[in-house]
């Protein structure tokens, strides 16, 4: 009997652990699910003999060694600072690695080792970084089997919630790990624009938005995140003139956002003095220069951040509390952690709340001698605030990566990402009898998005 060992059974694996089980006993497959808590889990394994749920600490050298030594692979869906920690242990031991996060560069470093004992560490392997790759490496590959050349390639993906649980004026929730949202785009954004390197500091990021329309579901903005120069090599652009990777949300959500981070809400460097004695009004006030003018606490913000009182903006900052009178309660607490308090019971997901997740390719190449733009755009909803969205587009592709491991189907070794046609044909095939399916618009016009 193979032994799968997932490390992580919160959000973002349900619908991942719901594929392992329903193939556990059809490939005979023995599944151990570890987590700081799995009491979660009990009901749904009760049916699943060859299923085991235990605590873990990822930190305990000793429960690692003996829970990861008994694994033939691992998945690791914990937090990405751990794990380094488990691919250290995994090429140890001599165990296959699946995570849905990037490559950091101590795992990295690891390549060597991993491909001289035959393992393959299949990263960057869910939704975004994951299914991003596959499904614009799959276009990039077949116009370029054709005698094309990609000339400008803009990518999005955005988590965001399904028309009918759009029910609050950010129109947002979190679907993901809240803290990951709070910091998202702290760094410089770089792309290529028309032959032109582009920087956008991390102040400035919200500012930067391009609005796309995606049909049947309207408008979104999308802005740059962190890198996107590194993926050039990667997916064989070395020469292209335009290359943007983004992040999308409803129009309104950036604008609001950068006034949280133009007072300061989303820095995460330093701890606040008392917190637990302070509320949020105080916190902004706390942000703004002294005044002997006695205005309103939202026009001195509005005079700080240079709009109207009056501003949508203005309006959704309000909306969260923060000019109010609440406690933060937290005994220690940077700023991004007390935002991350607060936004947390107004961005939770209420029963039946059903998630979206959106992803657009934006691709100009030319193909003998004539201009041509395509379109490829996925939506996928969720079916409520447990099988999400989310949680089926980052959990699917790792399950079905395991599977094709399994069964010897994956033959790259060393740490690799899936932007191979070997790797990411058979994923994608898969993906589409689950409902995962991208719409392509071709188009000869030669004009900009």
Known sequence: MKKILLLGAGRSATVLIDYLLSNAQTHGWHLAIGDVTVTHLEAKLQQHPQTRAFAFDVQNQEQRITEIGQAEVVISMLPAQFHPLVAETCLALGKHLVTASYVPPAIKAMHPEAQAKGLTFLMECGLDPGLDHMSAMRIIHHIQRQGGTVTSFKSFTGGLMAPESDNNPWHY??????????????????????????YIPYP????????????????????????????????????????????????????????????????????????????YRALVESFLPASS???PLKERVAAYVGLPATSAELQLVEW????????????MATPAQALEKLLVPRWRLEPGDKDMIVMLHQFEYTLNGEQKKLTSSLVVLGEDEVQTAMAKTVGLPVGIATRLLLE????????????????????????????????????????AF
């Open 173 to 198: 929730k979190f679907t993901w790990n809240p803290r990951n949202v709070i910091l998202a785009g702290q760094g410089t954004a770089r792309y290529m624009e028309d032959g032109t390197y582009k």
């Open 204 to 279: 400035q990021l919200f500012r930067r938005t391009q609005t796309f329309q995606v049909d049947g579901f309207g408008f979104f903005d999308g802005y740059a995140n962190r890198d996107s120069l590194s993926y050039r090599e990667p997916y064989g652009l070395q020469g292209i003139d335009t290359m943007l990777r983004g992040t999308l949300r409803r129009p309104g959500y950036c604008q609001a956002w950068q006034v949280l981070v133009a007072l300061g809400l989303t820095d995460d460097s330093y701890p606040l003095e008392n917190p637990a004695h302070l509320t």
């Open 293 to 295: 003018a006695a205005l």
């Open 320 to 331: 969260t509390g923060l000019f109010d009178e609440l406690p933060i309660g937290l005994e």
């Open 408 to 447: 010897g189907k994956l033959t790259s070794t060393g740490v690799v990402v899936p932007l191979q046609p070997d790797l990411y044909e058979p994923i994608l095939a898969e993906l589409e009898t689950h409902g995962v399916q991208f719409t392509e618009r071709e188009e000869e016009s030669a004009s």
